[in-house]
């Protein structure tokens, strides 16, 4: 059997620090078994197993998480993305790690590949047909709605919406109640500093 070099996979390979002839045979094997995985999880009626499968390809998720169905994870950088604990993914939502263009074209020289993490806070709740893009931060217990893109980081406790996805309305003291008030203050603070949100009046 031989491996032919691949200029494409060789610069993932860089990414994780690796080079040669083996290591483009594991990642090849690597990469089979998450696509697997994917299908497997794809077709799995059981909210508890489709989340074990995505641990095993490599998304880091946190306890009581739900997952809906056809969920499309970074399949070469999925240990990239992080979800905290007791937050929701719809079904057909999208999340990348990264973002290439073919090395062959003009096009890869303006735009290199870039791999950036993204992490999805604690409580959160990603409706249907979300897509993440690369390096984007959802605060804890954001709801982001049905269809939106979300291209840059969103507040905690917000609701944001649309293309691309913005805040739009303040759930704080909707919130307020049911989260403990260190954690609550810490997250104003986090909004004030970070994002400016609510905005200042002028």
């Not at 790690?97 to 090395?103: Q, Y």
Request: hydrophobic share 40%.
């Amino acid at each position: 059997m031989s491996i032919k070099p691949n200029k494409e996979l060789d610069d993932i390979l860089r990414f994780y620090g690796k080079q040669g002839r083996w290591s483009r045979i594991q990642f090849r094997f690597l990469y089979l078994f998450r696509f697997i995985l994917t299908r497997l999880s794809f077709f799995c009626p059981i909210v508890g197993l489709r989340v074990v499968l995505t641990r095993w390809r490599g998304v880091r998720i946190g306890k009581d998480v739900y997952l809906g169905h056809n969920i499309d994870f970074d399949y070469v950088f999925p240990s990239k993305i992080t979800i905290g604990d007791h937050s929701g993914i719809g079904s057909g939502c999208s999340i990348s790690a990264h973002h290439s263009i073919p090395m062959n074209t003009p096009l890869a020289q303006l735009f290199p590949r870039t791999v950036k993490p993204v992490h999805i806070g604690r409580g959160v709740d990603c409706n249907l047909n979300v897509i993440i893009q690369p390096g984007v931060t959802i605060g804890n217990y954001a709801v982001i709605g049905n269809g939106s893109i979300v291209t840059r980081d969103i507040p905690p406790m917000t609701f944001a919406a649309g293309i691309p996805a913005k805040p739009v309305s303040d759930l704080s003291e909707k919130l307020k109640p049911f989260i403990p008030s260190e954690e609550f203050e810490a997250l104003l603070q986090e909004r004030r500093e970070r994002f400016n949100w609510p905005p200042r009046e002028k």
